[in-house]
């Protein structure tokens, strides 16, 4: 399969990573160069063959009910790019 | 006379509980010499000062109980470090100051381990030559010009050129033993679930695990043994008996069966690396051990496999990178321009790549032809190693198809850098233990690696194998300071 | 037969059936979040029930909190739906100001609850309501988009907070159905405790699935869904609203896409979030952060032992062993807090009395006063006591309902309100027959008129002797008295 122009902005839209018309012809030609690759999967039957869900062979494991996490909004507000001692603050979002 | 820096970790341990030289002493060496070695760009933060500080303060207190008492030790920028930035390697954490520590590392400072600083690796640990560092290449020790391996690429540099006693890595397909292949060290890739992954940047969480990197197999041994520990705080840590792998370590492996894969005599492998991994045999021989062929028919899909499931799960792990709580932000006219920006600036090319194949792979109409698909390889290449240790103890491979490469000579195509990885990706898919073992050198005299996969929990025998295999080899890397 | 309560949209050739499925996204009571130990109490500060977990710093994990799988499985029980044993959490990848790690932990192909049902109980008679699945998800924060006029403004304290996702089947029909559909989900989950149903706290929301077709079709429509619906009311509005719209479009000959709709409260309509159309692609997939969620056979049986009777079990017990009829049991169970308070009543009370006092002046109180059971004036004790000397004839139901209004405030003891008022009830037969014997004699000439066969005076005499009484005169011994020296 090949990967054109249309589904490399397509895609970039989804990951939200903007590409402007020259970086986006280059990435289409990596990632078809990479699907090929990839795509030697195809040679294999698989239909049989449960997918693995975790590489770890044991089950989750439950934490108690209990709050154990304190007010820590100045630690978690710290790093933040846009300065504010109670929110996180993003540009507006019109709905 | 022998310098510090020489030094393997345990020497300088027995040293320091000897009383024969100080913590001080010590961080100090380290200090200076990684202060003359700047050009080699392993450090993107240092805290040379405070390690020192630390140092004092631990010679005024000392405690010989620890496993590493006042060791000043430089770890990869992936580990979370409370108070001191930590980057991994992307401009999008670039200010980022975490107020947490890894489990890894609060286990090293637990037992006494001092930071020396944080060093340089791919960007999110995605490359395997140290290229795609937003804070540049890290030279390797052993020839101007040549790649340190990557994405551990920093830490394997530093660790070659005496900067740091030991150090950790983290390997996600091959990030630990690959560099400590091309740097003529011993990396060592856990079992899936041994070392927490708590306070890791992820990258790939089913693949990702720390591990220790370091001058000889002892050390290595020691190095586990502190890192290695059950985690609440991670749900896929397994809690199982952890051995004390240095004092339990032996250089008796009669009896231990090995498998050889033939599957690995890929197309094109250097002659160099085909001899390489035929010494190897007949060292392991000479050890007592038995070697047996065997079969791990899909390793070719192993490669293919990785390059859908790592992407798939970084671009879901990266996308809380966003401008939103920490790191890079890009202005824009609005929310969804704005994460667009900081993404598409905050994020190098390779990066951005294997996020748009990740996403890609999971899209509506596109999961069951490539991500499913990949899983259900992926189940079959564990049950080839589930098969062979039904055979074997261990399994000999090389540990990469070639040894260190030139600066830029691979970036141009990212299939032939993801060939790199095609020795140690199958480990990781199937959550096995690995450890490279430098075991000679090709024609230029840049050191070459051998790979040990063990059983799963059974870090023991794959070191024991390395052990002893260690000391047939023999091998002295050679360091030049041509950076001085 | 013509059924009375079909809700049906005219037009003037066609007549249109309404097709209605809900996910409702109910909090989970718990202490903790989903995935990390940070409290979940509502009315914080903003961002101060926030952990490195919740902001998804780097590095940080999920790790599942053990009581909110047993209320899933709780509530599953309670549905009477299939529990599944495995069940995966995969993340829902998608970018939002509120939700901080990009994508929310969720259970898609596997959810940890399958198919059950909910039945309603409609003026027509019961119906059945078919459950999809239940499964378990993590809240998002809370973006604010009115405080700041140049900035949004994000809060993470609802950030990871355990979600129940209740997903019905599209048997609703009508947006009555939809309100009874979701009070008695609603009262399933207090009953278990799994869920406070607060609305105004947004524990409860829900969104709505509508489609319409002509009347006798039996293949579906195009559906939209509304978003996040936080009050029957608005859910109620947003379906008038949107089968009207769909409706139109279908009359004009117009298609209708399947799309995503918010509902507008100010203007009561409906439009489409074209916006977040672009990114809806979820790309779904097993959390590799987490294991399988695998629980034993005994893990559901001590949580089954656990379940209490139920209001379908309850309703079905007050009818059979308290001979209620079905209306007064249907009201009786409703809510968990006006079962207990039935229950505590007619402990050592009258139940037919009980029922009545309850359902009549006491929901009348609390109706007028916007008063849940729960914050009732009149405890059940002092109700049970009211009704106690209702039913020993210490006092009249007339003179009750006077120590009623005294017992509002306060909540009285009745025996109290009646002797310091002095309203007990005059049953001595002697002084009543005294009394009777005044009226008559005071009325000589209605007696004539009486016994000359004007029956309907019987009353007046009554009247006049209760008047007598000051109120206070058994009434059935003042009948009989009466009946006595009239007819005698």
């Known amino acids: ?95 | 006379m022998t310098e510090i820096t020489d030094l393997t970790l345990n020497e300088i341990v027995t040293n320091i509980k000897k009383k024969k030289i100080s913590s001080t002493e010590v961080t100090k060496s380290f200090v200076e010499r990684s202060e003359k070695s700047k050009k080699l760009n392993v450090y993107i933060t240092e805290n040379f000062s405070s390690a020192i500080e630390q140092a004092k303060k631990f010679d005024e207190n000392p405690n010989y109980e620890l496993k590493l008492p006042g060791i000043p030790i430089a770890v990869k920028d992936l580990f979370c470090t409370d108070g001191i930035k930590t980057t991994a390697g992307s401009k999008i954490l670039n200010n980022f100051i975490p107020t947490y520590e890894s489990t890894v590392t609060q286990n090293i400072w637990d037992q006494g381990g001092i930071l020396l600083g944080k060093l340089n690796c791919d960007e999110f640990a995605m490359g395997s030559s140290n290229e795609t560092s937003f804070f540049g290449n890290v030279q390797n020790p052993i020839g101007e010009n040549l790649v340190p391996g990557g994405s551990s690429g920093g830490s394997s540099a530093a660790l070659a050129a005496n900067l740091t006693p030991v150090t950790i890595g983290t390997d996600t397909g091959g990030s630990i033993r690959q560099p400590a292949s091309f740097t003529g060290t011993v990396g060592l890739k856990p079992t899936y679930g041994s070392c927490s992954r708590f306070g890791i940047v992820a990258f790939a969480s089913s693949l990702d695990q720390a591990g220790p990197m370091t001058k000889n197999v002892k050390d290595c041994a020691t190095l586990l043994e502190v890192i290695s520990s059950f985690d609440k705080k991670d749900s896929t840590s397994i809690d199982f008996k952890r051995n004390n792998y240095s004092s339990e370590l032996t250089k008796n492996i009669k009896g231990k069966k090995i498998g050889i894969p033939k599957e690995y005599r890929v197309d094109g492998m250097p002659l160099e690396i085909e001899s390489l991994w035929s010494k190897g045999i007949e060292y392991i021989k000479n050890c007592g051990a038995e070697i047996i062929d065997i079969s791990l028919p899909h390793t070719k899909y192993a490669l293919p496999t990785y390059y859908i499931v790592a992407p798939a799960e970084a671009s879901s792990n990266l996308a809380r990178y966003d401008g939103v709580k920490y790191g890079f932000r890009s202005l824009g006219e609005n929310l969804i321009d704005m994460y667009e920006k900081t993404r598409s600036e905050g994020f190098g090319e390779e990066v951005k790549r294997r996020i748009m194949i990740g996403t890609y792979v999971l899209s509506s109409g596109y999961y069951d032809a490539y991500y499913l698909k990949a899983q259900k390889v992926r189940q079959l290449i564990k049950k080839d190693f589930d098969d062979a240790y039904k055979k074997v103890d261990a399994i000999l491979t090389p540990s990469t198809p070639s040894s260190a490469f030139k600066i830029a000579e691979k970036t141009n195509d990212p299939v032939s850098m993801y060939l790199n990885d095609i020795f140690t990706v199958p480990v990781n898919l199937a959550g096995l233990p690995g450890i490279s073992l430098p075991a000679g050198v090709d024609k230029n005299g840049y050191p070459l690696g051998l790979q040990i996969i063990g059983k799963p929990f059974d870090e023991q025998s794959i070191l024991n194998i390395a052990y002893s295999m260690e000391e047939k080899i023999n091998f002295k890397n050679k360091i030049t300071n041509w950076w001085m | 037969m013509k059924d009375l309560n079909e809700f049906l949209i005219k037009r003037d050739n066609n007549n249109y059936e309404v097709v209605i499925g809900l996910e409702v996204h109910a909090q989970v009571t718990s202490n903790s979040k989903l995935f990390s130990s940070s409290s979940t109490k509502f009315g914080a500060e903003p961002n101060t029930q926030v952990s490195l977990v919740d902001a998804a710093f780097p590095g940080m994990l999920p790790v599942i909190n053990e009581f909110c799988v047993k209320q899933a499985i709780k509530t599953g029980i309670g549905l009477k739906a299939q529990i599944n044993k495995k069940s995966v959490f995969d993340r829902k990848n998608y970018f939002y100001a509120d939700l901080p790690q990009g994508y929310q932990i969720s259970q898609y192909k596997h959810p940890i609850v399958g198919e059950g049902k909910v039945i309603l109980d409609m003026p027509n008679g019961q119906k059945e309501i078919g459950i999809e699945r239940l499964h378990l998800e993590q809240d998002a924060g809370k973006s604010i988009h009115d405080i700041d006029p140049n900035s949004t403004l994000v809060d993470l304290n609802r950030s990871g907070v355990a979600l129940m996702e209740i997903v019905s089947k599209p048997d609703l029909r009508s947006p009555d159905e939809v309100n009874v559909y979701i009070k008695k989900l609603r009262s399933i989950m207090r009953y278990l405790g799994t869920c406070d149903g607060n609305m105004q706290e947004g524990s409860l929301r829900a969104d709505v699935n509508v489609s319409v077709r002509k009347k006798g079709e039996t293949t579906f429509g195009t559906r939209c869904e509304i978003k996040n619906v936080n009050s029957i009311k608005f859910m109620q509005m947003a379906i008038i609203f949107e089968a009207n719209r769909q409706v139109d479009l279908i009359e004009e000959g117009k298609s209708i896409d399947q799309e995503t709709r918010l509902f507008d409260i100010k203007k009561n309509e409906t439009r489409s979030m074209r916006s977040k159309e672009d990114a809806h692609d979820y790309r779904y997939f097993p959390d590799p952060d987490l294991l399988p969620l695998e629980v034993t056979d005994k893990f559901i049986d001590d949580i089954r032992s656990e379940i209490p009777e139920l209001p379908d079990e309850k309703k079905k017990r007050f009818i059979e062993k308290f001979k209620l009829t079905h209306y007064e049991a249907t009201i009786l169970v409703s809510d968990i807090e006006t079962s207990k308070y039935f229950e505590e009543v007619i402990k050592d009370a009258d139940v037919k009395l009980s029922t009545n006092w309850i359902t009549g002046e006491l929901f009348a109180v609390l109706n007028e006063k916007s008063l849940e059971i729960s914050q009732s004036p009149i405890s059940a004790i002092n109700l049970s006591k009211l009704i106690n000397l209702i039913k020993d004839g210490t006092i009249s139901g007339k003179i009750a309902k006077t120590v009623f209004e005294e017992m509002i405030v306060g909540d009285q003891d009745p025996q109290k309100i009646i002797e310091a008022k002095g309203l007990k009830q005059e049953s001595d037969p002697k002084a009543l027959e005294e009394l009777i014997e005044k009226v008559i004699q005071n009325n000589a000439d209605k007696v004539a008129e009486y016994k000359s066969g004007k029956g309907k005076l019987f009353g007046f005499f009554v009247g006049q002797a209760m008047k007598e009484s000051k109120g206070k005169g058994n009434p059935q011994l003042i009948n009989k008295i009466l009946k006595e020296k009239l007819n005698g």
């Open chain 1, 1 to 95: 399969m090949t990967i054109d122009l249309k589904t490399v902005k397509h895609i970039s839209k989804l990951a939200r990573i903007s590409v402007d018309e020259e970086k986006a012809n280059k990435l289409a030609g990596d990632l078809n160069s990479i699907f090929t690759f990839i795509e030697k999967l195809n040679e294999l039957n698989t239909s049989d063959v449960q997918p693995l869900t975790s590489i770890a062979e044991t089950t989750l494991r439950f934490r108690k009910d209990e709050i154990k996490s304190e007010n820590i909004r100045e630690k978690i507000l710290k790093n933040s790019p846009e300065n504010n001692e109670d929110f996180f603050v993003v540009p507006k979002v019109v709905e």
